[in-house]
């Protein structure tokens, strides 16, 4: 079983960064494609960025092309989003996914943390 813990979500203004932390409990992590999905009220959850397991591969969606930017550190354990220019729409709970293989749906990936909240103020 892999758990994954987020951190780093907080309240900023629009403009500023934020940069956040997928932390996974187990080795296995490091043979996983690593994911972001982020979640508002009454929505599903929606694909915001995937890394490879090795780390080559990186995709983002488009609402966030050019302001975010995925990476993993395998040492550690860890994956990032580093999120610069962060718009009022950005808001959300920004959860890590954890899977086998490259998807872009969040029905897909097998393992999630519990998500950390992430408001942009106007």
């Known amino acids: 079983q892999v758990y994954l813990v987020e951190s780093g979500g907080g309240l900023v203004q629009a403009g500023d960064s934020l940069r956040l932390t997928c932390e996974a409990s187990?080795?296995?992590?490091?043979?996983?494609?690593m994911a972001w999905f982020r979640q508002t009220p009454g929505k599903e959850r929606e694909f915001v960025a995937v890394?490879?397991?090795?780390?080559?591969?990186?995709y983002y969606a488009d609402s966030v092309e050019g302001r975010f930017t995925v990476s993993r550190d395998k040492a550690k354990n860890q994956v990032y989003l580093q999120m610069n220019n962060l718009k009022p729409e950005d808001t959300a709970v920004y959860h890590c996914a954890a899977a086998k293989y490259i998807y872009y749906v969040a029905s897909r990936f097998e393992y999630w943390g519990q998500g950390t909240q992430v408001t942009v103020s106007s």
């Open positions: 890394i490879g397991d090795r780390g080559g591969y990186k």
């Open positions: 187990q080795p296995a992590f490091k043979d996983l494609v």
